[in-house]
């Protein structure tokens, strides 16, 4: 099977970018704010920004090395990315009000998971070669 997907290489840029400017934004915040409603929305802003940078090339490199019929474009890519980025943003919600359980989160990871599956059932069933 021919594998089209993009190289990992070609999101490490992406990747640097939005994960340094989430860790810059995190340390920021902790050292220089008191935990008011402003600096909370941005520390929410920040961890997605990490979240989704770190996990862009892994994103990447599983998309290369297991390949699908449909060749994961780079689109796929980011959007699974940004599921990371939004699941970590979830959790740290529910983690503020203490309300975070392990089967809570397996429960999130599920639902998730099935909306990206669904997405890509979808895309593969557009997809000609």
Not at 12 to 21: C, E, H, N, Q, V
Not at 49 to 76: C, D, H, I, K, Y
Not at 91 to 103: C, D, E, S, Y
């Amino acid at each position: 099977m021919e594998n089209t997907s993009p190289p990992v290489i070609k999101f490490l840029p992406a990747s640097i970018l939005l994960g340094g400017l989430g860790l810059a934004g995190l340390g920021w915040l902790l050292i220089y704010t008191l935990p008011t409603v402003g600096p909370r929305w941005l520390f929410f802003l920040c961890w997605f920004l990490l979240l989704t940078g770190v996990s862009l090339p892994v994103m990447a490199f599983l998309n290369r090395r297991f390949p699908s019929e449909a060749p994961a474009t780079q689109a796929v890519i980011i959007r699974q990315a940004t599921w990371i980025g939004l699941y970590g943003c979830i959790l740290a919600w529910l983690q503020i009000g203490r309300v975070v359980t392990f089967p809570l989160a397996l429960w999130i990871a599920a639902g998730l998971g099935l909306v990206e599956w669904l997405l890509r059932l979808r895309e593969r069933g557009a997809w000609r070669p």
